[in-house]
T-cell receptor, first 115, second 109 residues
């Protein structure tokens, strides 16, 4: 079955450490996204990519980095510059280069906690 | 003022009740609208698109009112399994999505 796979499901980060969250899709979708969700809040866009080797900053990109070397993969690195990284991170994709006509398909998420 | 606003609830209703949620948006250039369902500690899942003509899927009906800039979700004959948080999403034609903070529904026996 096609879908989006995120790993790990839970991740613990020490102060000053960089961590990378994995996101892989086999839906043949063009566009991929990273969202962050804090308790009781809506999703906020971190980065998105509409095509391989190209990506754009979202609303809260500071302290994060991404790459899009393959259509199927869009990993997110949370750097030590991100001062409040504890959150639920969701990877998503859409068939075309934007969500206008189709809804997002989400992965099952990664819960990141700073220890 | 937030671009997209939802009543956070919680809405506590008995089984079999009809419940409605609204979601207001401020950007008049918004082009497409969706409702998602999110279970506790899970990812959002697409529930339905919202059209000006209305969209019905079983017990669920979604409506768009462009003049007043809001969308609505109506759930008839509520089931225990409908308990979840319902998120609205508003998209502009530039491809920007804004998520509401969600409305929590609890259906009780």
């Amino acid at each position: 079955d096609g879908g989006i796979t995120q790993s790990p499901k839970y991740l613990f980060r020490k102060e000053g450490q960089n961590v990378t969250l994995s996101c892989e899709q086999n839906l043949n979708h063009d566009a991929m996204y990273w969202y962050r969700q804090d308790p009781g809040q809506g999703l906020r866009l971190i980065y998105y990519s509409q095509i391989v080797n190209d990506f754009q900053k979202g609303d809260i990109a500071e302290g994060y980095s991404v790459s899009r070397e393959k259509k199927e993969s869009f990993p997110l690195t949370v750097t030590s510059a991100q001062k409040n990284p504890t959150a639920f991170y969701l990877c998503a994709s859409t068939p075309q280069r934007g969500p206008l006509n189709y809804g997002y398909t989400f992965g099952s998420g990664t819960r990141l906690t700073v220890v | 003022r937030k671009e997209v606003e939802q009543d956070p609830g919680p809405f506590n209703v008995p089984e079999g009740a009809t419940v409605a949620f609204n979601c207001t948006y401020s950007n008049s250039a918004s082009q497409s609208f969706f409702w998602y369902r999110q279970d506790c500690r899970k990812e959002p899942k697409l529930l339905m698109s919202v059209y000006s003509s209305g969209n019905e899927d079983g017990r669920f009906t979604a409506q768009l009112n462009r003049a007043s800039q809001y969308i609505s979700l109506l759930i008839r004959d509520s089931k225990l399994s409908d308990s979840a948080t319902y998120l609205c999403v508003v998209n502009t034609n530039a491809g920007k999505s804004t998520f509401g903070d969600g409305t929590t529904l609890t259906v009780k026996p």
